[in-house]
């Protein structure tokens, strides 16, 4: 802000040589009615001054010249500046509509994740793949070999033998009236445990073959080939990276803001690339912490080069109405009393406002206290005002 103050009749003494008395005679210069100095040009001009009179005093005659244009200089770009009103670009508020743009940071993540774990302890005596590699659903991830398992097999498998063999036995004698109907269901009930105990024995077996439970990417692997095993010990980390959704944290003030279903735009700066999403899941336990929600974007396109753990900037355009009216970000500024604004009132006099920022619409931030509709805020040339200055208005389209 400048600094309204007059200075009447400031005098700087000029020590001036006449050649045969330099130290006896001096000039006197006067400077009158310096109007509107702020303190930095006060200070400027005090330097020169006190300058002047210390080359006045060492007789210094160029020296004394050089500082006497300097001042005259000083005092006619002051008095130039006071007359010619400063050129800026204001723009007229409007009312905001619509919802409003909030951002936040999230991270991709895989729709499908899962960590594939031993059923059974053992020797893992084969590891079929590595990080990085495609698997299709029910592809052999590793093989373990289980003694217990194997030798409970072969014995039901035997029992199985046993009781198939019995039964076709008894079905001939049944069949020729030679034995008790009750004598013939017994033996088939025989039949019917040996074929459902060598059905669990050779499933037990078969989990022995680690499969990929759908098709995926293998982004770990934990296991040794050749090392022993135990049961539900992880082994694979399968992640499904043909269909990503973003993971963001809400805070809890804002969290209201949101509803399912909102638009979404995701920049990833690691690929360089912008694409849409939705909001499809609102958190609902929060953390203690940080006190923020975690959200979730879905409905992704395909992306070429969009990996798992990616950082994207996320900017959503909620449904809220906040109200309040429309102002350029660049005429916005801050300082440490908050958020201001230059304007311009009818007599293109400049004033400070303060004001109340609340999110952003576009490329607008909304402001819901300190502006009204239709006053004017300068959005170019702000950092050549003060308050109380006189400017030259160019008004710009919204």
């Not at 310096?34 to 006190?50: E, I, R, T």
């Not at 993540?109 to 084969?126: A, K, M, Y």
Request: net charge neutral; proline share 3%.
């Amino acid at each position: 802000m400048s600094e309204q103050r007059s200075v009447n009749s400031e005098q700087i003494i000029l020590m001036q040589s006449d050649g045969e008395h330099s130290s006896d005679h001096c000039s006197l210069i006067t400077v009158h009615s310096f109007v509107s100095l702020n303190a930095l040009f006060k200070v400027f001009v005090l330097v020169l001054g006190f300058s002047f009179l210390m080359a006045c005093q060492h007789g210094d005659k160029k020296t004394v010249e050089a500082l006497e244009g300097r001042i005259s200089q000083a005092i006619g770009v002051r008095r130039n500046s006071r007359t010619e009103p400063v050129k800026v670009s204001v723009q007229a508020v409007r009312p905001a509509e619509g919802g409003s743009l909030v951002g936040y940071v999230g991270r991709v993540e895989p729709t499908r994740s899962t960590l594939v774990s031993l059923p059974h302890g053992g020797t893992l005596v084969s590891l079929r793949v590595r990080e990085g590699q495609r698997v299709n659903k029910g592809d052999i991830l590793a093989e373990v070999r289980n003694e217990s398992l194997q030798a409970a097999y072969d014995m039901a498998a035997s029992t199985l033998h046993q009781a198939e063999d019995g039964f076709a036995r008894v079905q001939k004698v049944y069949d020729s009236g030679s034995i008790t109907e009750q004598k013939y269901i017994d033996v088939q009930t025989q039949l019917e445990k040996a074929r459902s105990a060598e059905q669990a024995a050779r499933s037990a077996l078969d989990e022995c073959l680690v499969r990929a439970p759908f098709a995926a990417t293998v982004s770990e692997v934990m296991g040794h080939q050749g090392t022993q095993v135990t049961a539900l010990a992880p082994l694979v980390r399968l992640v499904d990276v043909g269909r990503m959704e973003i993971t963001f944290a809400v805070p809890e003030g804002e969290l209201a803001s949101l509803s399912i279903g909102d638009s979404a735009t995701l920049t990833v700066p690691a690929i360089e690339k912008t694409f849409p999403a939705v909001l499809k899941v609102k958190g609902v336990v929060g953390s203690e912490l940080s006190h923020s929600y975690d959200c979730t974007l879905g409905g992704l396109p395909e992306v070429e080069g969009l990996m798992p753990g990616m950082v994207c900037k996320v900017g959503i355009t909620t449904g809220k109405r906040k109200g309040g009216v429309l102002v350029p970000a660049s005429a916005v500024m801050n300082d440490r009393e908050g958020r201001y604004v230059w304007t311009a009132d009818s007599t293109d006099i400049v004033g400070k406002r303060r004001v109340i920022v609340d999110g952003f619409s576009g490329h607008d931030v909304i402001v819901t206290a300190g502006l009204t509709e239709g006053e004017l805020v300068i959005v170019q040339g702000s950092q050549k005002v003060s308050t109380g200055m006189r400017i030259k208005a160019l008004i710009m389209k919204n």
